[in-house]
Structures are given as C-alpha cells and as structure tokens.
C-alpha cells in the first residue's frame, strides 16, 4: 500500500481549535510524510501553537503569510492552500490531502482512507463523513457522499493534476468532484465509524454570522453554475437544519443577488453541461440513484478504454 501522504493546512485565527487537529495528526497509525501548515495572517495564539507543534514534530513545516486585514473564505482559503503547495515537490508524494484546523479524527483515519484507495484504483478523492459534537452527542451534518468532504480532502496525487488541482474561488469543493468524474476518476464519502470527522466549528458558519456563511453558500451555488430551480429545491431542504428556515433563506438571498449582480461564473462549457445534467438527474432520480448512475458510467468508460472488463478493472 503507497502512504506517502502530504497535508496542507490552511489556517487563520484557529487557537480556539487548532490544538486538537494537531493531536488528531500527530496520533496517526500512519504518519504524513509532510504536513504544511500556512498560517494566513492570524492575530491570536495560532503562531504560537504553531511553532509548540513543529519543535514536536518533525513532518510539521510552518509557512506564514502578511496579514491582509480579514478572513477570506473561498479564494483566500485557496490561496493559502497553493502558498502551502508551492513549498513542496508534488511528485514526491502519493496523496495530497487538504485538511482544515478546526476538525478532530481518530488515529486510523488516513489509514484507513488509503486502504479504501488502495482497493479501488478508480477513487480519486475520499473522506470520511462530518460530525458535530452535542454534549456526548454526535450529529452528522447533512452532507452528501457523492464528494468529498471540503474541510478534508484526500487526494490521488495522480488525480489531482488530471483535474487541474482546485478552482481559487466559493464552491471549489463541489466543483472538483464533478470535473474528477469528467476526467475518469470517482469522489466519495464514506460513512464509516473510524473515519468520522469531528467539525470543532460547523460548516456553512461564517466569521461574521451564519446568515452571511448562507448567502455566501448561495453566491458559490450561482457560481458553479446550478440552476434556479435546483437552488430553491436545495434551500427549502436547508430550512430543516439549523438555523431552521433562515438558512434556506440566506442561501436563496445570495443567489439572487448574485444573479443581479452579475457576478462572475465558472466558465467551463464541458463541466457545465455535466454538472447541469447531473442536478436534473438527482431532482427526478435521487441524488443517490443519481451518483451511482454516474459512477458506473465512468467505471465503464475506463474499462472500455483500457480493453478490460471492469472487475478486471478493480483488481488492476
């Protein structure tokens, strides 16, 4: 089993969670190779935590960054990630995993997440699923298995170049699944007691509120392209979540507006066309249903393309 694995953290302002994804990290059955931390500009004890961790660990390499006055979700997050990239001979790993400072995972995790790769030489990015702690109670959020999850993603390096790496801009960890299927290559969740992820701060949240972390939500769904009709399908099923129904309305009000506004778009006519085809499909079919319909399409592609069959396939 290939383990050469590379983390990279972007982070900004995380004392309050940082230390716990540390811990998660260093107590891995298998240890990453590398882990690159970009501190993007933080202003409370996050360097410090920081510099504790990398006299601990020899893996830990610390990249800081100015201060540009602000957290920017989306393309900032994107530009720490790449800040981080830029430090490190890509080829010289296997797998590339995105990982987020405010989350907290069991020992097995990337362990885990490389014998699933391992066993099925088509997943071309993998996570576990997310979870919120309540008291001793853990609740998933309602997230999808069709990609990756964004805090945690967990990359074939191999896949990762065939897709171009991430889009710098809100909505990068829904884009990337889809181009991964375009390109040959399955994204998926996996709902598995040793690869719970714990978010220390929920997802969809903001630094300014939880209204603004919707609309936000809403101008990434008018920027990957999705439709109107799925738009207001997707917000009316966000109004059962917290912050009941403002949520859905948040996510609404930020498409809009940014429809009114004009504001930029992925321009890619292929993943377009894909990803348009693949909403239709999960409003009339399941998202489910749909996912697996789509799987197997790619599954059958490459099997075609290499002159096997696809159980040939899975054991090549």
Known sequence: MKSKYLLITPCRDEADYLQKTIDSVGSQTILP?????????????????????????????????????????????????????????????????????????????????????????????????????????????????????????????????????????????????HICRINGWIPAAKDEPVLQVIHLRRMGSSEISFWEGRQRHGRGKYFMGSRPYFVFVMAIYRMFERPYIVGGIGIMVGYIRAVFKGQQRYDNPEYLRYFRKYELQSLLFGRERTTQRFNDKVRAQVAQEKGMTEAELKTS
Do not use: H
């Open 33 to 177: 190779t590398k882990w690159v931390v970009i501190d993007d500009g933080s202003t409370d004890e996050t360097p410090q935590i920081l510099e504790r961790a990398q006299e601990k660990y020899d893996f830990l390499q610390v990249v800081r960054r100015e201060d540009r006055g602000k957290r920017s979700v989306g393309p900032g997050v994107m530009d720490a990630f790449y800040a981080g990239l830029a430090v490190v001979d890509l080829d010289a790993y296997d797998f590339v995993c995105k990982l987020d400072g405010d989350l907290e995972f069991q020992p097995g995790y990337f362990e885990r997440l490389m014998e699933l790769m391992d066993d099925d030489p088509l997943l071309g990015n993998i996570s576990g699923k997310l979870f919120l702690r309540y008291g001793e109670r853990l609740v998933e959020e309602r997230l999808r298995n069709d990609n990756a999850i964004g805090p945690c993603k967990f990359y074939r390096v191999e896949c990762f170049k065939a897709i171009g790496g991430f889009v710098r801009q809100v909505s990068w960890d829904g884009i990337d699944g």
